[in-house]
T-cell receptor
Framework: GESVGLHLPTLSVQEGDNSIINCAYSNSASDYFIWYKQESGKGPQFIIDIRSNMDKRQGQRVTVLLNKTVKHLSLQIAATQPGDSAVYFCAEKNDYKLSFGAGTTVTVRA | DTEVTQTPKHLVMGMTNKKSLKCEQHMGHRAMYWYKQKAKKPPELMFVYSYEKLSINESVPSRFSPECPNSSLLNLHLHALQPEDSALYLC??????????????FGQGTRLTVV
């Protein structure tokens, strides 16, 4: 699978491999985090969320990891498929405001 | 019904025009949001309504005027916009603003072009 330690604006992954998308959040007071997927011409779509009292949460083919010590969030996608091609955003909630981080464009190679 | 519906999908307007963007949800959500998204950038928060009252205005210019007529509808009135206001405008809703651990559901957006 492909893995990046730092946030990168783009990620190219072979179909069937695992993807890891990283995100650094800014506010240590944020206590709720969400990953969104945005396909071309569409609004952001909820993928998975995690509260700050957890460090890992699993969904269907996706896992979110939270490291509060370094304010880092990652999204792991298992067995990446062509339909996973999109822009992925992490978002943090603080003072009831939902703020988005810079996105990562994922392109899946056949 | 887990949809947030935005109309129109596309809008072209002149700098002297007045237009409105509309957003509707029937999920019983009491918090509604307007975001602006430029190409290849993340969405930026503009306004938050909580129980039909404006609770957050992120220093948005007055040429953008939000309105929440009832708990299901959110409008964004546009007047005297500039070409740099061209962007995708996204509406979102969530359970009440006081519910901390709740995601926002987004509409498909209105693609606005100011000429």
């Amino acid at each position: 699978g492909e893995s990046v330690g730092l946030h990168l604006p783009t990620l190219s992954v072979q179909e069937g491999d695992n993807s890891i998308i990283n995100c650094a959040y800014s506010n240590s007071a944020s206590d709720y985090f969400i990953w969104y997927k945005q396909e071309s011409g569409k609004g952001p779509q909820f993928i998975i969320d995690i509260r700050s009292n957890m460090d890992k949460r699993q969904g269907q083919r996706v896992t979110v990891l939270l490291n509060k010590t370094v304010k880092h969030l990652s999204l792991q996608i298992a067995a990446t498929q062509p339909g996973d091609s999109a822009v992925y955003f992490c978002a943090e909630k603080n003072d009831y405001k939902l703020s988005f981080g810079a996105g990562t464009t994922v392109t899946v190679r056949a | 019904d887990t949809e947030v519906t935005q109309t129109p999908k596309h809008l072209v307007m002149g700098m002297t025009n007045k237009k409105s963007l509309k957003c509707e949800q029937h999920m019983g959500h009491r918090a509604m949001y307007w975001y602006k998204q430029k190409a290849k950038k993340p969405p930026e928060l503009m306004f938050v309504y909580s129980y039909e009252k404006l609770s957050i205005n992120e220093s948005v210019p007055s040429r953008f005027s939000p309105e929440c007529p009832n708990s299901s509808l959110l409008n964004l009135h546009l007047h005297a916009l500039q070409p740099e206001d061209s962007a995708l405008y996204l509406c979102a809703s969530s359970h009440s603003q006081g519910a901390r651990y709740t995601e926002a559901f987004f509409g498909q957006g209105t693609r606005l072009t100011v000429v």
